[in-house]
């Protein structure tokens, strides 16, 4: 694709509170943990600095509170560039909070407070229509109002624009009002959620992909973690293997993942392609601790793939 990529987040942004513990306390315990770190999150605030970080355009359709989090929110958005035209700010709700626990394996233990993300409305994306009709994809997540991801889904299947739809965290939803996505990207356990079945195999990883496709969803791919990520649409299912590291931090992977194959995409690169360069990118975010903090720059992912691509 000769323009550059122009990817629009229609999500959440919240302030992550992570906290690093030699393990996780039980009822009515309290332990010491080792260290503490501030950082700005939100599975749709990640995924837009993914993208941005790997060379796109990317506009912030989001709400926040009139907080110092939500002024701090706005002011990192526009350190990478992101346009925040349409990040509102609201007087009702507080700018959206995720305490974060991290285990010394990297395991994490997130509690997501949605706040002013419950204030994302539909008339926040028709609002935005005109920005909308110029880009080349839309990204959703599960952090804003259910209503808000059916009406925006609709709008993009109507403008003829790429959709791709994370159901993070899963919570109950109207699939039938999500198989307008271009692309249904949920996790290994995401997926279990939504279709009862388990993912524990890549036997059951292909089955669980094929229910889905069995709903109506065009293109189905699963994140897989250590595992890598099953890709899968009409003609079959491809297993993208994956990249080894040592991970240090896996908060923030999948919005790395997420963020990253929407640029892919949007530079036309193949499917299995795009989807193997975006399980290196996520990769690569979990050797550094934090989330949008520790996703690499696009010359810094360039030198690796071209190291260790396929």
């Not at 907080?67 to 925040?84: H, M, P, R, W, Y």
């Not at 509690?111 to 002013?116: I, R």
């Not at 050797?287 to 396929?310: H, L, M």
């Amino acid at each position: 694709m000769a323009d550059t990529p122009r990817i629009a987040v229609v999500g959440s942004a919240n302030t992550d509170l992570i906290t690093f513990a030699d393990a996780f306390p039980r009822p009515g315990e309290t332990l010491f943990g080792r260290n503490f770190d501030l950082g700005f999150g939100g599975k749709g605030a990640n995924q837009a600095v993914a993208a941005r970080l790997c060379g796109a355009e990317v506009l912030m359709i989001a709400k926040v509170g009139r907080d110092l989090f939500g002024e701090a929110t706005v002011k990192n958005f526009n350190s990478f560039g992101i346009d925040t035209t349409h990040v509102k700010i609201v007087e009702d709700a507080p700018t959206g909070v995720a305490p974060i626990f991290v285990e010394p394996s990297g395991q994490n233990r997130i509690l997501v407070v949605k706040g002013a993300n419950d204030k994302l409305t539909p008339a926040d994306v028709d609002a935005a229509a005109a920005e909308l009709r110029r880009v080349h994809t839309i990204i959703l997540q599960f952090e804003i109002p259910l209503a808000t991801i059916y009406h925006t889904v609709r709008f993009a299947r109507g403008h003829n624009i790429r959709c791709i739809v994370n159901p993070a965290p899963a919570v109950p939803a109207s699939l039938g009002d999500l198989t307008g996505a271009d692309y249904f990207i949920p996790n290994e356990t995401e997926a279990e959620l939504i279709t009862g079945l388990p993912v524990q195999t890549m036997e059951q990883a292909a089955a669980c992909a094929t229910a889905l496709l069995g709903k109506g969803f065009r293109r189905v791919v699963l994140t897989l973690g250590a595992r890598g990520a099953l890709f899968a649409d009409s003609t079959g299912h491809v297993h993208v293997p994956p990249f080894p590291v040592t991970a240090v931090d896996t908060t923030g992977a999948g919005d790395a993942f997420i963020g990253s194959l929407a640029v892919f995409l949007a530079e036309g690169l193949a499917e299995k392609d795009a989807v193997a360069r975006a399980s290196l990118y996520a990769a690569l975010s979990t050797t550094r601790v934090g989330t949008q903090k520790s996703f690499p720059r696009r010359d810094e992912f360039a030198a690796e793939w071209a190291a260790r691509g396929r």
